[in-house]
DNA sequence: TATTAATAAGAACGTTCGTTAAAATACAAG
DNA sequence: CTTGTATTTTAACGAACGTTCTTATTAATA
């Protein structure tokens, strides 16, 4: 019976996390994605309640497209270090390529001081933790394979995997570098990786300070 | 001559600090700072120009009078190791005893999207540059005192050690969880420490199939 | 064809925004 | 006391904000 709708939800979403993505909370207004979706405000008021209800669901739906699928892509990976790997140089090459340095929508969202947006900010914290555990779960994979050190504490090595995707969002809001960027992923994934396959830092014998080994 | 002021400019960028760096630029206004420092709104106006001057002002002061000052205080110890790590150990205490969570003024900035305001974006990448600029010297002072592998990026450690920083700082705003910004110090300063002094990590002999990453 | 119900558009609401002009204030110098 | 000057306040401007009301449109059903 009803009249046929002539934009369906995700495209609308979609120009609402173009704008909220770039723009934040506060910095977009709602005649803002009714201009870039083509939507009047009152039907966008109808569809999703208020404001904070078409945020929301357009996080929602950037981590659902974004991170999730991500994770899910590389989880599905037979070799566990391969899947850490190929998550975090995925997350440098699009941090480098992204012209907008748009960074990552969930990071910018969880520092937005304009997100007092109820959902919000918890939304983004449970899928940064999903983050972490992907990555705790394919350390857990590589040690249970005998790829790891037995004693490599897995929530440690987690931790700084997820430490290594937030720093490089980070950075590529700032100064999105290919070098750096791929620096830092690699010396992320160094303790993941034998011995051998590392670049060698021997420190040298002795541990006074202030004289220069010969 | 003129009027006696009834605050001074640094009273007032600290109430406009404590606004921005908890709400944003775009979710804070001029008649927040106004109520909150009881200084008139047109007053804020004839003193800082506009919301723009009163913003860049209030991040430059933050950046002097958080980061540079605690660079430069670190920078002053004798032992560059205990530089950093006093450094990093330090901005873990920070993000773990704020009850309200507040992270970086200027990592916040620089994610904000609403921060269209010319120069606050360059500010923050400028003093960010310097905590790496900060992190470097450090680690060339060690290395020249023969505490390092000669072998060492300088490069690349400043930048783990900047990764660091500013990962915790996003956890600080999202879960500042003590024991986890401790580890993540722990583990960006495990590079850093005679092999004998960090956890072993051994890898077995057997080595599946070879890692990846270039 | 008439009915029905979800959808969209237009217009307007009260509020708050950044900003400014003008007037009032207070202190030092003459 | 008068003058001068930097400061502050009062009042207001137009624009944009989130939101809602009302009205018009559209397609499937009866």
């Given at each position: 019976m009803p009249r046929t709708r002539i934009l369906d939800d995700d495209t609308v979403l979609d120009h609402a996390i173009a704008l909220f993505w770039r723009r934040g909370y506060a910095g977009t207004s709602i005649r803002d994605v009714s201009e870039a979706s083509g939507l009047g405000a009152a039907a966008l008021y109808h569809r999703f309640g208020d404001k904070d209800g078409l945020f929301v669901e357009a996080l929602r739906r950037y981590a659902e497209e974004g991170p999730a699928e991500r994770m899910?892509?590389?989880?599905?990976?037979?070799?566990?270090l391969a899947a850490v790997s190929g998550f975090l140089h995925e997350l440098a090459d699009l941090?480098?390529?992204?012209?907008?340095?748009?960074?990552?929508?969930?990071?910018?969202?969880?520092?937005?001081?304009?997100?007092?947006?109820?959902?919000?900010?918890?939304?983004?914290?449970?899928?940064?933790d999903e983050m972490?555990?992907?990555?705790?779960?394919q350390v857990c994979r590589a040690e249970a394979a005998g790829r790891l050190s037995p004693d490599a504490d897995p929530d440690a090595l987690a931790e700084s995997l997820l430490a290594c995707a937030l720093a490089m969002r980070v950075l590529?809001?700032?100064?999105?570098?290919p070098g750096r960027l791929r620096r830092l992923v690699d010396a992320a994934?160094?303790?993941?990786?034998?011995?051998?396959?590392?670049?060698?830092?021997?420190?040298?014998s002795l541990s006074g300070k202030g004289a220069p080994a010969p």
């Open positions: 899910a892509r590389f989880s599905a990976l037979a070799d566990p941090s480098i390529s992204d012209p907008e340095r748009r960074g990552c929508f969930l990071v910018n969202t969880a520092l937005d001081g304009a997100a007092t947006v109820p959902g919000a900010r918890g939304l983004a914290r449970a899928r940064l972490k555990d992907f990555f705790r779960a590529a809001r700032i100064d999105p570098d994934l160094a303790p993941l990786l034998p011995r051998e396959a590392r670049p060698p830092h021997r420190p040298p």
